[in-house]
């Protein structure tokens, strides 16, 4: 019995030696989008630059090299439709080395979605703010269509926010600590650089994260990722900037162990549809990665996109009635003759960021990833002290102000009828030609203000800077214990700390500024020390600070953010079904810190002599405090999720996700005023987040769909909104609490031949869903120069009473008296769209041709207008006229869209290739289809009757007429 | 030929472009400071302005008003020197210019007026289409009166940018006019004159004046509410006496502090023929709405029924206006302050209260129907010499 078991074992060995002088390299090769076989695949063995063997993949995907000798190599894969992919591999001890699955990336035909694609709409003064979600396409028919052609109404994924969609960089979530907003301006330009990223969708489990309920993102970034050779392009568009022009060098891993990657580009320029926007923006990317052996591997990035670009404000529809023009800006005008924007973002923040990869065997490999954010972000502004209001589109300066109606019918409760001054306001805006020192920013008015001062500035430019510094730390891994199971986890930290502070960035002419808040002079004029910005300064010296270009003023204060978590998966696979759940556990917390004390909340005296100071100075103590360390907001985080695959016949799978997600709310929705103080939110509450989704999938044959219908609420959410109110003459901070949404639709995307004409694909998409709210939460509203929280009138069970904390009763729904309800929607994106086209490919050439259709977007409310107070009007009855008049939410009308893509590529000498991809879109020239808006947060309450409020009049955003963009490219 | 082609057609396919030159501009480096405006003369008119026709002076002007308001046509032209300024916050949305002849209130409809108009800088009016009228016997140029049903005043703003811009010219700055003594004969003068009084709208001196112990003050408990003469119950009457106020305004913070202290708690409420003085039901500590027949109309304050007129005013609280009585000799000067202005809450000189000691001071004499009035431009340690 022996002898016959050491028999058998030195016949093991003998048939394991003899396979060893056989080594290969087998795998399958797959789309990434739904992940089935790719057919017909090319693959080309190569070693050492020479061509040593070809094949093609079987009709799974499947492949196999066989007989080769122990050493590295590499791989080339193509195949119709798919971006070539290279890998590199090593043959060792005669082994067959098992690549498993070689995903292959279709081709995007357009260029990438970036930052860059998004108009930057100015809405720092207007409490909203409007931050689009990139659907990252490649890898999903869905995404792959609505991602490119839905990003020009801003299109937002089952209509969620855009701080809900996770973006991660090497393994790091990157989501703004302060906002949670994606960071995605920060590697804007860089294109080559983070072309390689995996990507999820809604509650679908990532390896690199654990990912949110509306995808998550995971940019791969080191040297190693980007695609080998000399690349070059240029690019002109026509929409927000004239050129780009950007180079990229990678080596690949090379045989030392090293690779190297290069970035740059530069985007400059103007466009012909937004005076006023520009962009003088450069971005650089440097990268190595150094192989240590066969397990470990250390990534060095460093990058940054060190720029300026203009910002684009929104005016009211009688603003561009009156110019003839959707797209006036009216953030610039013309200084000397030249042009100059008031509100640029200017920005340098670079990245760096360390990785070690270590992957000891085939079943375990983990990411270890050091990143720190650092550098500048400041956005420019008019500041002005004790002088007119410099906008050219302010309300007192249009013909509304000097003839009023509603509905654009006269109506004299409105108090404003003067022909000569409506006559006047209207030719002017009509003939802005004539009069550009009147329709746009008259800066030689501005300069020669101050010129009349003798030295102190009445108009400035600031620059509020929000400067991170911002350490994270993440840790994944990888583990298959068994063949049908695997392993995923991870922990992550954050330290962040990130300055908010305005400066003096230009005095326009003038000698200094002083440092005092003009805002708090209404009120405060016979306190001098109520006035004062930095209240330390003004009693170490007697007088406020003098401010010249580059000082610091008005506010300084961090907020400090930390954060840490873990997280961990398992996916175990039982023949055609498997199942993956996990969990996420954290905890945040943060605090605003004051840098600079404010008379008006000076706090309580640091200690004795501060106290003898402050009485002997008049100072009166107060409760809040704009100076030190506020309370610490803490929250302890979780979520699990739980995802169901069921793959059917090999090219159909049915797979669904259920999810739960307690998050803490963001900073800037807790602070009242954290310009001017501690104070927050009562009672905080983290967002709840209940998100399921059920999907089928089929991909084979070049033909790819997806459908999916979707279930999401998101409970207790909180929200700050900072607008500036020339009535109050200050920011008013409305605070809201206890918003409550509901998410649920249906999502189709799909592409097929069409059999007629041979490369002639149909595809499109489909996205209905709707995004309501489902509560009606509570407001409390405060001014910056006052401690006193607003009372609005409220209807309680005792009738009329004063109140703080004021319901904000028509949020959810317009109920009037009789009984009828009207819903409000989630709002800006669009709750129908729905895209239809055809797509050619052959050799080397693509045409696409889309048609779009919009519908059901809806306006930005503000909550005033939500109350019983606004709904009233000063007599306290309410009618169901005031209520339908008050509390309409506005739907935008529907848009029908026509775009083209045209591309082609030239292969020269084998070596090089040439190639060029236009993109036209909105080739009807529709050019009324609103992209976004807010309502002012204010009420015209000097009404001739004192018995009713009327609105001021929204302002929107439009999207751009025919536009285009022009890529010319070449690679070697 | 193929070469010239191609790039003619680049060049034209690039200045096609809209506004191509125009978007480079911030790109290409910041535009250079602004330069200074070029004042106005006789002689060196700006482009696109009226040329000069005729000159009037103030006075000249002033003498076409006849009781209703005139709307001046043709080329017609006043020039004068700014003398107020709204810097203290005490003069809003309007400007006095003066000339040898006289002073004028110019309507102005903007704020901060004094960054734009210095002291002393000479301003070319053209008067085409601008309207002369009157406040409360008071002359002034504006516009024609807004068009809408509660319209109660002559002239409207001058505040559309483009009608200032073709109507209000800047002059050179030069020194500014010194203000004239006027003594109580020629402020008689004045009032009997009425409208074409010398001294409305002009930079003056009177000395020796002596408290009169006695302020003015017309405060609205809900100012969101109507507060007309029809609706007296949202009036409430500071006068015959200075009701503890001691500072030259009241600031809303001041204001409140007043009420705080009990000093206005017997304050009438009403107007003209309807008034509720301590003896009525409806006085500043009592209920605003007692449900007999006499104070029904003040249901109009609604919700807030339930409290006093005194919770009324402090809930509602802004800044106020304060007319403290001097005299000159027998006639009555009102010095009238806004509780914006910045000196609101100064506490005016002991001795000058308790009438042991006089003041010369300096502002803009104005008229309101038939009794002079005065507004101080400056602060009170400037413009108000106590001894």
Known sequence: ???????????????????????????????????????????????????????????????VFRGLPDGMYSLVVTAPDFLETQIDFAVVDGLVKNLFNVGLTSIQHVTDLDDDSFAAFDMDDSGFNDNPTILFGSNDVFNNIAGYNFSSVRFRARGYASESQEVYLAGVKLNDAITGYGPFSLWSGLNEATRSKDTVNGAEFADFGFGGYNGATNIFGTASQMRKGLRGSVLTNSTLYRLRLMGSYATGMQDNGWAFAVNVSARLGGNDWIDGVYYKSLAYYLAADKVFDDANMLSFVFFATPGERGAQNASTQEVYDLMGDNMYNSNWGYQGGKVRNARVRKTNEPIAFVKWEYKPSEEFESNLTLLYRFGKNGYTALDWYDAQDPRPDYYRNLPSYFYGTVGGVYNDDLNRNNPMKYGWSQWVWQHSGQYPELTHINWDRLYNVNYLQGGRSKYIQEQRHVDQSDLNMAYSFKYRPLANVDVAGGLSARINNTEYYKKVADLLGGEYFVDVDNFAEREFAATPYKLQNDLDYYLANGQARTLHEGDKYGYDYMAKVRSFGGWVTGTTVLGKLSIAAGGRLGYESFWREGLMRKGLFPGQPENDAMAAQWINEGIEPTAETSYGKSNVAKFITYAGKLNLNYVIGGNRRMYANVGYFSDAPKFNQVFLSPRTRNSMVQDLKTVKTFSSDVNWQYSAQGINVRATAYYTTIKDQSKVMSAFDDLQNAFSNFALSGINQRHMGVELGFKFPTYIIPDLSLQGVVAYGQY????????????????????????????????????????AQTNLMDGTKKQHYVPTTPQTAISLGLAWNHNYWFIDGDVEYFDRAYLDMNPLYRTDYAVAGLDNAITNEEIEYMTEQERFAPAVLFNISVGKSWFIQRKYQLGFSFNGKNLLNNRSVKTGGYEQTRLVDNTVSKERFYRFDPKYFYMAGTNYMLNIYFRF | MKKIIVILAAAAALVSCRSLIEEWQPVLGDPKPSAQYVPYTDSNLPPNSPAIGSYKTIKELKTLYKGTPLSVSGNVWIKGKVISSDVTGNIYREVYIQDETGGIDLKLGKSSLYSE??????????????????????????????????????????????????????GEVGTPIAPEVVDEAKVKAAISAGFTGELWGKLVTIKGLKYGNQIFALVYPNPNLPHKSANPENRVFLSESTWGIKTWSLSKAKYIEMLDSGALDQAEVGSGATRYGPGSVCFVVRKALTGTAQESRIEAFGMDADLTYKEVMKKYATANYVSHYFKLGSTDIQVRTSGYAKFADQVLDAGLLSGGKSADITGIMTIYSGAAQFTLVDAPETSVKVY
């Not at chain 1, 394991?16 to 090769?29: D, E, I, S, Y």
């Not at chain 2, 504006?142 to 049903?149: I, R």
């Open chain 1, 772 to 811: 309501v709210y489902t509560s009606n939460p509570v407001m409390t509203q405060t001014v910056d120069n006052n401690a006193e929280i607003i009372q609005y009138p409220i209807i309680s069970p005792d009738g009329w009473t004063n109140s703080t904390v004021v319901p904000v009763r028509y949020w």
């Open chain 1, 1 to 63: 019995m022996a002898k016959r078991i050491l028999l058998t074992i030195a016949a093991m060995f003998s048939a394991a030696l003899l396979f060893a002088q056989t080594g290969g390299v087998k795998g399958t090769v797959i789309n990434r989008n739904g992940r089935q076989g790719v057919e017909k695949a090319k693959l080309v063995l190569l070693k050492d630059a020479a061509t040593i063997g070809t094949t093609v993949s079987d009709k799974d995907g499947e492949f």
């Open chain 2, 117 to 170: 108009y210095a002291l002393g800088q000479t301003l070319y009016v053209y008067c085409d289409d601008l309207t002369l009228g009157a406040y409360n016997g008071m002359p002034q140029l504006g516009l024609a009166a807004d068009e809408t049903s509660s319209n109660e005043y002559e002239t409207s703003y001058i505040d559309l940018q483009t009608i200032i811009d073709q109507h209000v010219f800047k």
